[in-house]
């Protein structure tokens, strides 16, 4: 058992951060393109929630932990990002209207949840709320997922039910957009229910190094065609099921790599991914600007400046995930 929270530690950490490598990357794709980690990144997080997802029956209980642990981290986040928006508009703009504006636009976004959609049913209102889409969407994922579960315990029936959800989500999202990324959140009951049948089946303990090898020649000739890109916050990828191939395979070799990782710096992110996320977000959203302007005081080279940008929303994110953490749990003991 430790062992294995050992290596879905690792996997998670590895796993965020290449969502902040994918967010931040965009100037360097010229030297180096890093984007094929979208069709990866996401694929690991929705394999380890099926992985891990152990009750068998759906209850009042579950959604309660879940909305405790998804959703109030959320709220809180978009509380934030409100708040350092209104500054932000204050500042710049010392307009009334426009800050009023900008408040009404951040609760709509937020109540609405889209990650990259920036529709509401069929009204375009021009924004969205980002990349923590996310918690909202896995939220919605794991109770659908817990009620299929509870419904039937046949793993092919569960598959079954599983994709046709996902192919519903894909087709309607190419008409309407739903709240809280639902759409998002079926998309990815595929990957869920995968991860559920191999751990049930105890599948990875089957995988040799012929396995690894060939995932890597699989992961590496779906980045050179451009194959290696699954747009989960659009419930979308253009090539499937050829994606979803080069995902699973990209994902084999995170846990591999988990594997071999020694607990350590990379682990302590991975348990604390969903605060590396939720600051990740808040810095990308509202502190862009403030680094942009930073970065270019020490490089004109827009390439430097990306890779110090980079490092530097890694750093916050991380760094601000830890201190949140030790601040929590110091607080939980004086409360004792």
């Not at 094929?36 to 394999?47: K, W």
């Not at 590496?220 to 990828?237: D, M, Q």
């Not at 600007?289 to 980079?310: E, G, L, P």
């Amino acid at each position: 058992m430790e062992d294995r929270i050992k290596w879905i530690d690792n996997a998670k950490g590895l796993a965020i951060l290449m969502v902040i490598i994918g967010h931040t990357c965009g100037d360097v794709v010229d030297i180096i393109d890093l984007r094929f980690v979208y069709g990866v990144h996401l694929v690991v997080f929705f394999l380890i929630s099926g992985y891990t997802f152990n009750i068998s029956k759906y209850s009042k209980n579950y959604l309660i932990k879940k909305l405790k642990k998804l959703m109030m981290p959320y709220a809180v986040t978009c509380l934030a990002v409100c708040i350092m928006d209104l500054i932000n508009n204050y500042i710049d703009n010392k307009d009334s209207n426009v800050v009023t504006r900008s408040i009404v636009i951040d609760i709509i976004r937020s109540a609405w949840a889209s990650g990259s959609d920036t529709r509401i049913f069929f009204w375009d209102i021009g924004t969205k709320i980002g990349a923590i889409w996310f918690l909202p969407a896995l939220f919605i994922a794991l109770l659908v997922f817990a009620t299929i579960v509870s419904w039937k315990e046949n793993d092919y029936i569960i598959a079954i039910v599983c994709f046709f959800l996902g192919g519903v989500a894909h087709y309607s999202a190419e008409v309407f957009w739903l709240p809280l990324s639902i759409q998002a959140a079926l998309y990815s009951l595929p990957y869920i229910c995968i991860g559920y049948i191999v751990r049930k089946h105890n599948a990875l303990c089957g995988v040799q190094r012929i396995h690894y090898i060939g995932a890597c020649f699989v992961l590496i000739w779906g980045i050179k065609h451009g194959y290696c890109f699954v747009n989960f916050a659009k419930a979308t990828s253009a090539y499937f099921p050829i994606s979803m191939i080069i995902g699973l395979s990209g994902a084999l070799i995170v846990f591999g790599v988990s594997n071999i990782i020694r607990p350590g710096v990379i682990s302590r992110i991975g348990r604390l991914s969903l605060y590396v996320l939720c600051f990740h977000l808040f810095c990308l959203n509202t502190l862009g600007k403030y680094i942009s302007k930073f970065v270019w005081r020490f490089s004109s080279d827009i390439h430097v400046n990306t890779i110090m940008f980079m490092i530097f929303h890694i750093v916050f994110a991380t760094v601000g995930a830890m201190v949140y953490n030790f601040s929590k749990v110091c607080l939980s003991r004086n409360l004792r």
